[in-house]
């Protein structure tokens, strides 16, 4: 029975935040050690199964298709290729795998079907395993659960005020009906944000705010420092100071004293000493393989090396909660229904945003006056051979 308290206020959390950062560390590793092994960090193994050309305009996302990141895009990849990287990941230390999708949702159909499958199989790899696939309708969670899904991770990413900042393509409470759809099952919640996207302290107390009164609180909550990927809307925010993560690290750990802190994105940027004091302030995961979804991550064996410096052992799967059973396709109670979530659709308009689509729209046009000048110039060099 979980004793984490529900009702954290915005000024509680912004004390706790702001106090001196020795008694802040005091405390989240006070906390940590009640709650968790300290030597004991999950490595988690992230896959982007589906990369690129998604509708939804997140302003730090380098997989929006209405900004120009030079991305190559992929379509889904297959389920045995799926099992070779899992496998692979498995090998090298991960306990955990969880399954990107550039879509803003879940729709059901032969896609779902075969997501489904790779849920089917790297369960039965004795894996624990997430997905990430935007906003997802309750019958689609159960499936999901059904196939053995460990977690669903939907992020919050800020608070609800600055969220309109970020994001125009969807509302706050899409992502909270989604979480909600999510806890009807018996699949974990993974939830959590980003720092460094030009949000105040006030706003990264209100996202914790948001995600430490959810009840029960998400078993695991992943913290991002914004990757600044150039043709995003946030391509010119200045990278965090490492005590910023330490302090929201920490603050996270006291407000939600049972969830698994995963110090996500932005680990690059980081020193072995920075990371020690974020695993010390209660963070106890990583994901880990040189890369995220699209972006560098550090080098699997210098991770490797830091473990081994710091006598961190890496954490076997299933120890919160017990592994789910696999139900085949065949046998499955939870149809196709062929739905689709409802989303909000607010629409309203984000300055920095419609500038990043607008030098997407430029770079279009000249490309293709590029390609059309190559185009025409083509009959004349014929023009040129026949004449000789
Ligand atoms: N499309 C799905 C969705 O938005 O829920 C899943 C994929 S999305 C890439 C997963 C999460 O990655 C986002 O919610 C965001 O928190 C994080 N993320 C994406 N781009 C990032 C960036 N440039 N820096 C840090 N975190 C990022
Ligand atoms: C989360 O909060 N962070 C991970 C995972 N959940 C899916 C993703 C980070 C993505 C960083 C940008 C990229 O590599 O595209
Ligand atoms: Fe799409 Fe997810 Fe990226 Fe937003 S964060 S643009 S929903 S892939």
Same mark, same amino acid.
């Given at each position: 029975?979980? =004793?984490?308290?529900?009702?954290?206020?915005?000024?509680?959390?912004?004390?706790?935040?702001?106090?001196? @950062?020795?008694?802040?560390?005091?405390?989240?590793?006070?906390?940590?050690?009640?709650?968790?092994?300290?030597?004991?960090?999950?490595?988690?193994?992230?896959?982007?199964?589906?990369?690129?050309?998604?509708?939804?305009?997140?302003?730090?996302?380098?997989?929006?298709?209405?900004?120009?990141?030079?991305?190559?895009?992929?379509?889904?990849?297959?389920?045995?290729?799926? /099992?070779?990287?899992?496998?692979?990941?498995?090998?090298?230390?991960?306990?955990?795998?969880?399954?990107?999708?550039?879509? &803003?949702?879940?729709?059901?159909?032969?896609?779902?079907?075969?997501?489904?499958?790779?849920?089917?199989?790297?369960?039965? !790899?004795?894996?624990?395993?997430?997905?990430? !696939?935007?906003?997802?309708?309750?019958?689609?969670?159960?499936?999901?659960?059904?196939?053995?899904?460990?977690?669903?991770?939907?992020?919050?990413?800020?608070?609800?005020?600055?969220?309109?900042?970020?994001?125009?393509?969807?509302?706050?409470?899409?992502?909270?009906?989604?979480?909600?759809?999510?806890?009807?099952?018996?699949? =974990?919640?993974?939830?959590?944000?980003?720092?460094? $996207?030009?949000?105040?302290?006030?706003?990264?107390?209100?996202?914790?705010?948001? !995600?430490?009164?959810?009840?029960?609180?998400? +078993?695991?909550?992943?913290?991002?420092?914004?990757?600044?990927?150039?043709?995003? %809307?946030?391509?010119?925010?200045?990278?965090?100071?490492?005590?910023?993560?330490?302090?929201?690290?920490? *603050? *996270?750990?006291?407000? $939600?004293?049972?969830?698994?802190? &995963?110090?996500?994105?932005?680990? *690059? +940027?980081?020193?072995?000493?920075?990371?020690?004091?974020?695993?010390?302030?209660?963070?106890?995961?990583?994901?880990?393989?040189?890369?995220? @979804? *699209?972006? %560098?991550?550090?080098?699997?064996?210098?991770? $490797?090396?830091?473990?081994?410096?710091?006598?961190?052992?890496?954490?076997?799967?299933?120890?919160?909660?017990?592994?789910? %059973?696999?139900?085949?396709?065949?046998?499955?109670?939870? /149809?196709?229904?062929?739905?689709?979530?409802?989303?909000?659709?607010?629409?309203?308009?984000?300055?920095?945003?419609? /500038?990043?689509?607008?030098?997407?729209?430029?770079?279009?046009?000249? +490309?293709?006056?590029?390609?059309?000048?190559?185009?025409?110039?083509?009959?004349? /060099?014929?023009?040129?051979?026949?004449?000789?």
């Amino acid at each position: 029975m979980s =004793t984490a308290k529900h009702h954290w206020t915005r000024e509680e959390i912004l004390t706790i935040y702001n106090q001196p @950062l020795m008694e802040l560390l005091y405390q989240a590793a006070t906390v940590h050690r009640k709650h968790h092994d300290p030597n004991t960090v999950q490595v988690a193994t992230l896959l982007s199964i589906k990369t690129g050309g998604c509708p939804e305009d997140c302003g730090y996302c380098p997989q929006a298709a209405r900004y120009h990141t030079g991305l190559e895009g992929n379509d889904l990849m297959s389920v045995s290729h799926v /099992k070779a990287q899992v496998l692979r990941a498995k090998a090298s230390g991960s306990s955990r795998v969880c399954m990107g999708a550039a879509w &803003r949702n879940i729709k059901d159909g032969p896609e779902f079907d075969q997501v489904l499958e790779m849920v089917r199989v790297i369960n039965k !790899l004795d894996m624990e395993v997430c997905c990430t !696939l935007g906003m997802l309708t309750e019958n689609q969670a159960q499936r999901l659960a059904e196939a053995g899904l460990y977690a669903y991770n939907h992020n919050l990413d800020s608070s609800e005020e600055y969220y309109k900042e970020v994001i125009s393509t969807r509302g706050y409470q899409d992502r909270l009906d989604t979480i909600d759809n999510v806890r009807k099952t018996n699949v =974990t919640v993974c939830s959590g944000g980003i720092i460094g $996207m030009g949000e105040k302290i006030e706003d990264r107390a209100g996202m914790l705010v948001a !995600l430490s009164t959810l009840n029960p609180q998400p +078993e695991s909550v992943p913290i991002n420092a914004l990757v600044a990927v150039e043709g995003t %809307p946030m391509e010119e925010q200045k990278p965090i100071e490492i005590w910023d993560m330490i302090r929201m690290v920490a *603050t *996270t750990r006291i407000v $939600m004293p049972e969830t698994q802190v &995963r110090l996500s994105a932005g680990r *690059t +940027e980081m020193s072995r000493e920075g990371q020690a004091m974020c695993f010390f302030a209660g963070a106890n995961s990583i994901f880990a393989g040189d890369r995220l @979804l *699209t972006t %560098p991550n550090p080098d699997v064996h210098e991770d $490797m090396k830091m473990f081994e410096l710091l006598g961190l052992n890496p954490q076997k799967p299933f120890i919160k909660k017990m592994q789910p %059973p696999t139900v085949e396709a065949k046998d499955s109670q939870f /149809k196709s229904l062929g739905e689709k979530p409802k989303w909000s659709r607010p629409e309203h308009k984000i300055d920095r945003n419609e /500038k990043a689509r607008e030098k997407e729209r430029e770079k279009r046009k000249i +490309e293709k006056v590029i390609q059309s000048t190559v185009n025409q110039s083509i009959p004349e /060099k014929e023009i040129q051979a026949a004449d000789k």
